[in-house]
């Protein structure tokens, strides 16, 4: 059976992975340290991304419904490490007062319109934990130090992932065709690409639906390779590879 992580759980889980995200940025040995994963950063450029992002993402909650997203909030983030990590704590304590204050129902600007994720606050929640949770991963390994991501963290990240930052109504520009995913840890997706666009859907059982191609690893192996911090040719693949490879190449926006 599938289930989603309550509203009080996608809060615990953006402050502890904030907490290991700041953890990670103490015990590098530089802030001018290259972020393997992030090509271009420094994991000084890594944590003002996390912390300016979840500024934004606090403002964009306290706002409520809206066409447009409100502009950032000004001010550039400390430079010193320990002033730095203050000002991170301090931004994880936005978002989370404007989680807190805004509840999960209520609507919000949200950067997924078409997919098949609600545009409400507690869905921005839910998309926060997996991006704080992968870039604590992204300074984790910077770091020396890097961990699987938390087995709560990544099964949600799965759901999350195909619902929110894959399901669309742009038309895939192929031939139909349905990937699916299977986290040894029991659970099931299937995404169906199509004129209709991209569906997401959780399965039942593994052999619930034909693929025309599949992919088995670990949630956290799935997540990670989902948001390209590895390969795809570590996971376990079966059926046409060239689906996969289109989808991953696919940008619904052109």
Do not use: K, N
């Amino acid at each position: 059976m599938h289930e989603t992580l309550e509203f009080p759980d996608l809060l615990r889980l953006i402050d502890e992975r904030s907490t290991a995200f700041r953890v990670a940025v103490a015990a590098a040995p530089s802030l001018d340290v290259r972020v393997p994963t992030c090509p271009g950063w420094t994991l000084s450029d890594l944590a003002r991304h996390l912390g300016e992002g979840r500024r934004r993402w606090a403002a964009t909650v306290a706002a409520g419904p809206a066409d447009t997203r409100p502009a950032a909030a000004g001010g550039d983030p400390p430079r010193g490490r320990e002033e730095l990590l203050v000002w991170l704590a301090d931004s994880t304590r936005h978002l989370l007062d404007a989680l807190r204050e805004a509840g999960p129902d209520r609507g919000c600007w949200t950067g997924w319109g078409t997919s098949q994720s609600p545009r409400t606050s507690g869905a921005v929640a839910r998309h926060q934990v997996q991006e704080i949770a992968v870039h604590t991963y992204d300074a984790q390994l910077t770091a020396g130090a890097a961990r699987p991501l938390p087995d709560e963290v990544a099964l949600d990240g799965v759901d999350e992932f195909l619902f929110t930052c894959c399901a669309t109504t742009s038309a895939w520009p192929h031939e139909p065709a349905t990937v699916v995913y299977h986290a040894t840890e029991g659970r099931s997706w299937s995404l169906r690409l199509s004129a209709d666009g991209a569906r997401a859907a959780r399965l039942a059982a593994p052999a619930a639906d034909a693929a025309d191609v599949s992919v088995r690893a670990t949630a956290g192996e799935l997540v990670l390779a989902m948001y390209g911090r590895s390969p795809v040719d570590s996971l376990e693949l079966a059926g046409d590879r060239r689906v996969l490879d289109r989808l991953i190449a696919w940008d619904p926006g052109e």
